[in-house]
């Protein structure tokens, strides 16, 4: 087991890192699976105008080797982590390695959980400078193996989608080529050993995220939907830079020989060991939080999130859904360590990631109620996931947030397909002028609409409630009623939770009623989309339902204890590199109570829509929907509520109106009077004398000195050239002459000189 | 041996070769002294040969001869094309090169 030396002022300190450079091949290798889809890429970008299918098939081919090198990946992971639970550990343990920092050691104390799991992790160099030796590698361990499977997942899938769903574009290979560019930068972030190569493909993921919000750029709307995202992106990737440089030269006060380390496992390991100080990791945790809130669309910077819509739908399932903006929840649990100590999580009862995941979720939420467009409310209800996400992980809940995004990725993803699949046939993303009734125009994204829906909105035994109801138990709020405390008492985050899975639930019955429900609004007649649709919508429909097994809450009396808590099990690290928290145990009261307000949720929702609406619908003769004289139109109250809500808390007036004028506006008259006043006065003086030297070295230079040189030397050769034509008479005898006269003449010379 | 004689004869025989060459208009004359030039040269050239005893200077006398023999040939060959084409060989009318 390799160990890592720290110097402290007094003593050199050895921290078990929990990490191991043997493995499986899949665990050793897994750096080809970035590696391919990024081959993919350069191919599509070459060949693919050439190929029959446009560059897709190279696209698909890749991401089909993918998807199966991470599911062996995933089995040699199990294996692995199996046999470290098993008796051979200790031998295997003793006989140790070498590590880089390290030496052979004893195994030390593994933590009050028992044996670790030991990452895999495997580096080379990528650049060495200024005596810094930086490198890439991978780091495989159950968050990554996880991750894999989701990622090449939803990839595989919203590949076959796009395949009908972009068929036809103008830029179809360019599409495929940016698929391909965005799974391998996302894979490489999934795998990454260190900050450094985290922070490269973070970046290479958000420029993919770019492209392809912008893919349709000819409208201006979505070229500025693209920046809107590159830019507020921009903010936070700031944090995760000073962040990453923070804890890289932190960590160097504490390694001997050397300026830092960007490994994750170092980090972690030192930020657990108490060894960095509090306010170090604060400061730290506070601006990777900030990369946090850009990518993963929390409250405030969660504004581009929903303008993001305007991409391609396969790319809002697969980046603004599934993968990408859960890059920020990612690294919450990559770097947990640091957060973890960071933010105190444990024994507290309230910390800022928690504050800001329980905001983001219940506002998000809300936003959800009054968009028409289909994909803005799936767009807020991602904002709103995440929220929960980043809430969990603030609990110190962080298997059940690992989970939950495991389980989101599949609902949401099939949400988006599903969208799509709809949007594809009535031509429209706008639920109330262009949709209704598709129940019976399209019944299999209809069925698989509504799996997903109940899944998010968390009713058993759906993949949602499982995950959602773990996220409320880890709050440990619910300790009063017979839950056991987690790593706090986080009551105010359990009722975030609690009201947000209601506002899910109606938000969601409200969407299917004005997809699905009433009259068919729009023009045309749609019909259901073809099998690259209709297939991945059923996978993940299927994933949606079933994936909320995988991780059975411990001491769940209906299954066999064999099968509870296999995900925790197998994601969650034991390690030195990873915090030591402790596990909220679910209690039946809670699953009862939330299974209850998800339910008090889609029975107001479903009173107001499928009942009222719909009556006044058949009354007026036409569907309606909303009620005619609503509760806006008659309390002063709820219309302001609704106003603020139609203007997204004016957030986006602050940012361009306010902060971004007030930012501007003196930059740009500084800039404008420095333009003016100084530069361009340099300019004109610079210009206006050279001018005049222009000028000086014209007349007095280049017209008499220059000139007259030139002209006196064509006067001469032409002068001479008379005279010496002369010479030339043409008869041979004058010349003879001059030649002998011309000998005589050196002859006497010869004779004189010598 | 009195080399005087044969460079003084020599000197003369290059003085009336070159006389002939600057004054005869007639192209065969003119030939005819380039043709004196060059035995003077070869008497001078035989005579130190003689003087100092070194072989040397004949086989360069006999090289003259020989090439003094292509010259004429070639230059015979131009006096008769100018020949054919003026109905004369005077030299003085042939100044269509002149500057």
Known sequence: MIQLLAATTSSVTSIPLGITHEGNWFLQNAWLIPLIPALSFIGILFFGKRLPRGGSELGIAALVIVFLLSICTGFAWMDHRDNFDGEEINQSLISGEHGEHGEHGEHGEHGEHGEPSLAVVNTTTWFITGGVEFSVGTLVDGLAVMMLFVVTLVSLLVHIYSTDYVAGDRRFTHFFAFLSLFSASMLLLVISENTLQLLVSWELVGLCSFALIGHWWEEKDNSNAALKAFLTNRVGDMGLLIGVTILFFASGKLLPDTFGSFSIATTNALASSSLLPHSTLLIAACCLMAAVMSKSGQFFLHTWLPDAMAGPTPVSALIHAATMVVAGVFMIARLYGVFFEGFSIGGSSINLMALIGGFTTLVGACLAFVQRDIKKVLAYSTISQLGYMVMALGVGAWTAAMFHLFTHAFFKACLFLGSGSVAHSVHSFDMKSDMGGLRKKMPQTFRTFIIGSIALAGLPPFAGFWSKDEILAGTGGWGIMGGTNGNGSYTFMLVMGMITAALTAAYMTRCVYLTFFGEFRGHGNPHESGPRITIPLWILAVLAIFAGFLNLPKGFQLAPESLQERFGHYVEPVAGYFPKISHATPSWSLAIISTIVVIVGISLAWNYYFVKVEKASKESGQSLTELPGGLTTRLVLARMGHTLLVNKYYLDHLYTGIITRAVKEPIAELAYRTNQEILDRTVDTVGRTAVKIGQFNYHKIDQTVVDGFVNASGRMSSYSGEELRKIQSGKVQSYAAILFAAATILAGLLIVIV | ?99
């Open chain 2, 1 to 99: 041996m009195l080399l005087n004689q044969f460079l003084i004869l020599s000197a003369v025989l290059f003085s009336i070769g070159v006389y002939g060459v600057l004054t005869r208009r007639n192209g065969v004359m003119v030939l005819m002294s380039i043709e004196l030039i060059l035995n003077s040269v070869n008497i001078n050239l035989v005579a130190f040969a003689a003087f100092r005893e070194a072989i040397p200077g004949e086989v360069f006398a006999l090289f003259v001869i020989a090439v003094a023999a292509a010259e004429v040939g070639v230059g015979l060959a131009m006096v008769l094309l100018l020949y054919r084409n003026r109905r004369n060989i005077d030299l003085a009318g042939i100044d269509s090169m002149k500057g």
